[in-house]
């Protein structure tokens, strides 16, 4: 199986930064895109920004030219540098890792417990 471990959560004020990291580890013969997702209280949970192997990097509206998502695919890692941020941006912030363990199976979803981020003064 796939482990998806995100981490580097915390109290921010606004306008301060925070860069989430996220680590997937198992038995992976290859990693397609990986992602960050955000839920907020009372609210579903939302794509933040998603990079595929190949680097090519895609946003929400509400987080571009503040946020930038990058990849390290030796360590099948993700990171995510977050600017400027307001406290709409509190939440918990979720892993996604599309890997392939078998390539008979195909890629599937795996994601990280969440880690919280909280934006306030």
């Known amino acids: 199986q796939v482990q998806v471990v995100e981490s580097g959560g915390g109290l921010v004020q606004p306008g301060g930064s925070l860069r989430l990291s996220c680590a997937a580890s198992?038995?992976?013969?290859?990693?397609?895109?990986m992602g960050w997702y955000r839920q907020a209280p009372g609210k579903q949970r939302e794509l933040v920004a998603i990079?595929?192997?190949?680097?090519?990097?895609s946003y929400a509206d509400s987080v571009k030219g503040r946020f930038t998502i990058s990849r390290d695919n030796a360590k099948n890692t993700v990171y995510l540098q977050m600017n400027s941020l307001k406290p709409e941006d509190t939440a918990v912030y979720y892993c996604?890792?599309?890997?392939?363990?078998?390539?008979?199976?195909?890629?599937?979803?795996?994601w990280g417990k969440g880690t919280l981020v909280t934006v306030s003064s």
């Open positions: 198992g038995i992976i013969f290859a990693m397609n895109a």
């Open positions: 996604n890792a599309e890997a392939v363990t078998q390539p008979i199976l195909g890629a599937r979803n795996y």
């Open positions: 990079i595929t192997s190949e680097g090519s990097t």
